[in-house]
């Protein structure tokens, strides 16, 4: 395990000492503030019968850069490696490549993290000011980070699988960019087509994640996107762990 955590170290150490890394941080807390302050501006003008915290997390200036993050975060993970030839030293060290993936993905996944604790400011001061609640109760804060955790997961997974199939950064974040979007806008597809039958509009709603963050944005926490996100991770992080032992072989 010590390997292991050596490697989550290293991980992790590599997105807060890159330039992309700032990048990623300026933009996505740039963005999020941004969309944080045009909501609070829009619920001024007129009555609204949402909180603050809903409005920030059910919107399009909310779901444009969550989706636009990940092919960021992730595409350096492995293509980095095999253009450089940093990955053969990697191959020969002492460890299980299942301790690299593993390593790749969760030092990703706190990076991710790292990234929304800031947001948790947005509606302290918010109380602070107003004196009033962000959000209609306790339950809401959990079950939006939540949501937000579980999609960072499967999404990272997914970029995780991209960076591992080429040598080059931008072809890796053009297939995370492509793969996340068609899976995001899969759920859409019942609010764009009027003829879909009733069993096919509870499928999409059941993989469509819009309507899950609206549900988990409401405090309402539904067990099956907690299994649907963490087996599809489990998925993609099994196929990523094949890929690589694939490539591994052919160098």
């Not at 395990?1 to 000492?17: D, I, S, W």
């Not at 609070?40 to 019968?49: E, K, L, T, V």
């Not at 309507?211 to 067990?223: L, N, P, Q, V, W």
Request: proline share 4%; with cysteine; charged share 10%.
């Amino acid at each position: 395990m010590r390997k292991f955590y050596t490697l989550l170290a290293r991980e992790v150490r590599g997105y807060f000492h890159s330039p992309i890394g700032y990048i990623v941080v300026v933009f996505f807390l740039l963005v999020t503030g941004v969309n944080y302050y045009f909501q609070i501006s829009f619920m001024n003008q007129r009555p609204a019968s949402y909180s603050v915290q809903e409005a920030f997390f059910n919107n399009v200036f909310f779901w444009l850069p969550f989706i636009l993050i990940f092919p960021l975060i992730t595409m350096r993970l492995f293509a980095e490696e095999f253009k450089l030839g940093t990955i053969e030293p990697l191959m020969t060290a002492p460890v299980r490549d299942l301790q690299v993936v593993l390593a790749k993905f969760f030092g990703a996944l706190v990076f991710y993290i790292a990234l929304w604790l800031p947001t948790l400011l947005y509606f302290a001061i918010f109380q602070k000011i107003t004196q009033q609640p962000a959000a209609n109760s306790a339950g809401a804060y959990c079950g939006s980070y939540l949501m937000v955790l579980l999609l960072g997961m499967f999404y990272l997974s997914v970029g995780c699988l991209a960076s591992v199939l080429t040598k080059n950064q931008i072809v890796a974040a053009i297939i995370s960019f492509c793969a996340i979007t068609l899976l995001f806008f899969l759920g859409l597809i019942q609010y764009i087509l009027l003829d879909v039958s009733g069993g096919m509009r509870d499928w999409l709603g059941y993989v469509s994640a819009i309507e899950h963050m609206a549900t988990y944005s409401r405090g309402i926490i539904d067990t099956r996107p907690v299994v649907l996100y963490l087996s599809m991770t489990a998925l993609m992080l099994a196929l990523t762990y094949q890929a690589f032992q694939s490539r591994k072989w052919r160098l």
